[in-house]
């Protein structure tokens, strides 16, 4: 399968983001950079959108795949809400437009202060992990005199086949409520002062590539909201969380359209007088987004030849942390010789590998190097290891870009010690 990414690719000798050519954005804001296609999580947006259009459906961004206050007002100008998972990134969404009437609280362990702002912002709705924290959300909410909107997150035991440090759905993980002890979690909850109960969540897992998981949690679901219903409780909403893969390379399967998922949900979800709720991340965000490097040297080493970028490990982590495969092209793509690299960052560490043997034309020091499918998961990981500043991120609107996050002097990032 060739990887053929809407927004990014070669025309001619340069390759371009949208109608920028990344080499112009290089030359104004010195790379390593990400750079983001608004055209690019417009469509991805609206795909959602428009597969989900004949059903009662709120699309709640998952804002921790990409927090950027310009990705998120894109976002917010086409009617998304968001799905958060820290006070951090309420404070975000409520900044960047979102209204507090579309925006669920997720998150394996709500501190007291994140439960008491988002309560006095009266979000849409808590997705709840534990009947500790239903009884701390329960307790802010009549101390404030307010009511949260809750459901609980319920582990519905799938195993989304995914990687194992992304696998959410399955028992032995950290996420949510049994799905056996399902029942009396509500039992418990209707009781409670401060509550109201109002549907029920999930979320299997990220970078799913099969909607065969996806299939047997819904109908887990399914009988759990009648389930619920004959005990007596209003169960309006269902929160199928997000987890669509993307196409990182093309060795994996391909992932599912929103269109064949949205037929599934529809299928089991359709007739059962629900609102529906999303939470998309990497399937809006990360094939609209690539990281822009260069080329430091090229390193002849014992037995392999080392392509060393100003991009590393800290910069984007994915490679290190999950063992992901992205595409990797190089702008300059034409010329007769070929070379197998390992493509590496210049940070003290063997994990900073971003791909080995991987064959491109032969490069230069100064070359750039792209990253594809970095939109999600890549600047908001980022750390600032070996005292590297964040690097800048740019979006590009058709022909024009503009900087929306800078890099930071080092003056301000030293200065943040206190000596
Ligand atoms: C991370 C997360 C998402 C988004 O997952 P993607 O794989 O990026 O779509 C949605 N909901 C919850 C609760 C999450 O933790």
């Not at 065969?212 to 007596?232: K, T, V």
């Not at 080493?301 to 590393?312: R, V, Y």
């Amino acid at each position: 399968m060739e990887i053929t990414l809407q927004n990014f690719g070669h025309k001619g000798e340069l390759y371009y983001a949208d109608n920028v050519p990344v080499r112009r954005i290089a030359e104004s804001c010195d790379t390593p950079f990400y750079c983001y296609s608004q055209l690019g999580i417009e469509s991805a947006y609206d795909a959602y959108a428009s597969a989900f259009a004949q059903h009662d459906t709120l699309i709640c961004y998952a804002v921790k795949a990409n927090s950027s206050q310009a990705v998120l007002r894109i976002l917010a100008a086409r009617g998304a809400g968001a799905d958060v998972v820290s006070e951090g990134e309420l404070r975000r969404a409520l900044l960047a437009g979102m209204p507090a009437s579309k925006i669920v609280f997720s998150g394996v362990a709500k501190t007291a202060g994140e439960i008491k702002f988002a309560l006095s912002k009266d979000i849409l709705q808590f997705n709840v992990e534990s009947e500790p924290e239903l009884h701390q959300i329960s307790a802010i909410a009549t101390q404030l005199g307010k009511t949260a909107r809750i459901a609980f997150r319920i582990n519905p035991d799938i195993d989304a086949g995914t990687h194992e440090k992304i696998s959410t759905g399955k028992l032995e993980n950290k996420f949510g409520i049994p799905w056996q002890s399902a029942r009396q979690a509500y039992a418990e909850a209707a009781k409670l002062p401060g509550i109201k109960v109002c549907g029920i969540d999930m979320h299997i897992g990220s970078q799913i590539m099969s909607l065969a998981p996806y299939s047997r949690a819904f109908e887990r679901i399914a009988e759990l909201a009648q389930q619920l219903r004959d005990d007596g409780h209003p169960i309006t909403t269902i929160d199928l969380g997000g987890g669509l893969g993307i196409n990182y390379d093309a060795h994996n399967d391909v992932a599912p359209a929103a269109t064949e998922y949205a037929a599934l949900a529809l299928k089991t979800f359709g007739d059962i007088n629900c609102r529906l709720i999303l939470e998309p991340g990497r399937s809006i965000v990360g094939d609209a987004g690539i990281l822009v490097s260069s080329v430091i040297y090229v390193k002849q080493g014992g037995n392999s030849t080392f392509l060393i970028i100003d991009a590393a490990m800290n910069d984007f982590l994915r490679p290190s942390m999950y063992n992901a495969h992205h595409n990797i092209v190089a702008e300059r793509n034409s010329g007769s010789e070929q070379v197998h690299y390992d493509i590496v960052g210049p940070v003290c560490e063997t994990a900073d590998t971003f791909v080995r043997n991987w064959q491109l034309a032969a490069q230069q020091a100064g070359d750039l190097i792209i990253i594809e499918g970095a939109g999600a998961y890549g600047s908001v990981m980022a750390s600032g290891y070996n005292t590297r500043p964040l690097i800048p991120e740019v979006l590009v609107e058709d022909n024009t870009f503009r900087i929306i996050r800078k890099r930071p002097d080092y003056d301000s990032i030293i200065g943040m010690d206190i000596p």
